[in-house]
T-cell receptor, first 109, second 112 residues
Framework: TQLLEQSPQFLSIQEGENLTVYCNSS?????LQWYRQEPGEGPVLLVT?????EVKKLKRLTFQFGDARKDSSLHITAAQPGDTGLYLC?????????FGAGTILRVKS | SQTIHQWPATLVQPVGSPLSLECTVE??????LYWYRQAAGRGLQLLFY??????ISSEVPQNLSASRPQDRQFILSSKKLLLSDSGFYLC???????????FGQGTRLTVV
């Protein structure tokens, strides 16, 4: 059982569409991170959310941390082919940094 | 800023051979270090983590071991590789003052 459940597992959309990726858990996290990974490379940190209810924007990406700090979402507006990749959420559990299974996003032009 | 060096990038090894993957970190002190394995296009499975020199925690029983001989060096090893050890291995570094992780470029291991 994954500590962090991500949905959907796979998403294929057309350029210009909007999408939301979800990261859910039954555990409370002090913070959650979102990473993006391209094939053959390591994940790269996009954002860290710390406060319940927090919303952070990174250009066309909007990240939200749930009020109870158990879930988070990533919303992409007007997706572009360059957004294609694997999106991972991660949270700290004690000294361990654990990851969700990821959402594969493919944006077609 | 933190920099992680992980090598080699690609490795093909025969079944039964030993393994040593090395990861070194620059730009931080006393980091938490991690080894993850990733199946194709999927999430990261935590293999080992370390909060200090000589302190290793194993997450899953397996054919692998890890060591941390120096503060900024983390090594993943095996005495005898199995076919199931094939995968993409990632080293990560985390500053204990925050939970943001920085990753190496990964090692694609193929056991033949």
């Amino acid at each position: 059982t994954q500590l962090l459940e991500q949905s959907p597992q796979f998403l294929s959309i057309q350029e210009g569409e909007n999408l939301t990726v979800y990261c859910n858990s039954s555990s409370v996290f002090s913070s959650l991170q979102w990473y993006r990974q391209e094939p053959g490379e390591g994940p790269v940190l996009l954002v860290t959310v710390v406060t319940g209810g927090e919303v952070k924007k990174l250009k066309r990406l909007t990240f939200q941390f749930g009020d109870a700090r158990k879930d988070s979402s990533l919303h992409i507006t007007a997706a572009q082919p360059g957004d294609t990749g694997l999106y991972l959420c991660a949270g700290a559990q004690g000294n361990k940094l654990v990851f969700g299974a990821g959402t594969i996003l493919r944006v077609k032009s | 800023s933190q920099t992680i060096h992980q090598w080699p990038a690609t490795l093909v090894q025969p079944v039964g051979s030993p393994l040593s993957l090395e990861c070194t970190v620059e730009g931080t002190s006393n980091p938490n270090l991690y080894w993850y394995r990733q199946a194709a296009g999927r999430g990261l499975q935590l293999l080992f983590y370390s909060v200090g020199i000589g302190q290793i925690s194993s997450e899953v029983p397996q054919n692998l071991s890890a060591s941390r001989p120096q503060d900024r060096q983390f090594i993943l090893s095996s005495k005898k590789l199995l076919l199931s050890d094939s995968g993409f291995y990632l080293c990560a570094c985390e500053d204990p003052s925050n939970t943001e992780a920085f990753f190496g470029q990964g090692t694609r291991l193929t056991v033949v």
